[in-house]
């Protein structure tokens, strides 16, 4: 079986520029998180989809961080306009629905902000 | 700020000696779980802990959850170099994880 598969595997962009990174989970796995993983520090949960549909964006800068899962599958996250601080690790995650099951990790994207 | 905290935050000892990592939290989580994660690769799950007090063992591994299920430790007997990397713990409620800032372990040969 697949595991869930993200890229660009790594970005360097200048401040104030815009960048996406795209997850495609493991099939049949109807949850689907964005994790920050700051150097040093544990992943920080930004957006969680059930399927199609946002069920906690609460701690997503919505000023600059925009995120989507069309057809719930595919996801992307974009960062618009990008911050020093936005340099971090972003791990996708995907994980059957219910209870019980485990959170599958992508290897993540490595964005590094200039 | 970190709901949960990890101690010691890096760790480094030879082949063949014993690691406790320790996952402290002032919050009640439905479980906890630990997750390793090696350089440039996401976090794998090595285990889940529902029940307080239970307590798990995977091969050289013991995992402990406190009995108010509020802490966690990992135990590793006899530690492998290929035991090195960063150890998580999360906490999981309403179907969410809070994760500690980890563990870096390293063992030397």
């Known amino acids: 079986e697949a595991g869930v598969a993200q890229s660009p595997r790594y970005k360097i962009i200048e401040k104030r520029q815009s960048v996406a990174f795209w997850c495609n989970p493991i099939?049949?796995?109807?949850?689907l998180y964005w994790y920050q993983q700051i150097l040093g520090q544990g992943p920080k949960l930004l957006i969680q989809?059930?399927?199609?549909?946002?069920?906690?964006d609460s701690q997503l800068p919505k000023d600059r961080f925009s995120a989507e899962r069309l057809k719930g599958v595919d996801s992307t996250l974009k960062i618009q306009p990008a911050k020093l601080e936005d340099s971090a690790v972003y791990l996708c995650?995907?994980?059957?629905?219910?209870?019980?099951?485990?959170?599958?990790f992508g290897p993540g994207t490595r964005l590094t902000v200039t | 700020t970190q709901l949960l905290e990890q101690s010691p935050q890096f760790l480094s000892i030879q082949e063949g000696e014993n690691l406790t990592v320790y996952c402290n939290s002032s919050?009640?989580?439905?479980?906890l779980q630990w997750y390793r994660q090696e350089p440039g690769e996401g976090p794998v799950l090595l285990v889940t802990?529902?029940?307080?007090?239970e307590v798990k063992k995977l091969k050289r591994l013991t995992f402990q959850f406190g009995d108010a299920r509020k802490d966690s430790s990992l135990h590793i007997t006899a530690a492998q170099t290929g035991d090195t990397g960063l150890y998580l713990c999360?906490?999981?409620?309403?179907?969410?994880?809070?994760f500690g800032a980890g563990t870096t372990v390293t063992v030397r040969a």
């Open positions: 802990v529902v029940t307080g007090g």
């Open positions: 995650a995907s994980k059957k629905s219910g209870t019980n099951y485990e959170q599958y």
């Open positions: 989809f059930q399927n199609n549909g946002v069920v906690d």
């Open positions: 099939s049949g796995h109807a949850t």
């Open positions: 919050s009640v989580f439905s479980s």
């Open positions: 999360a906490g999981e409620r309403d179907y969410k994880l809070s």
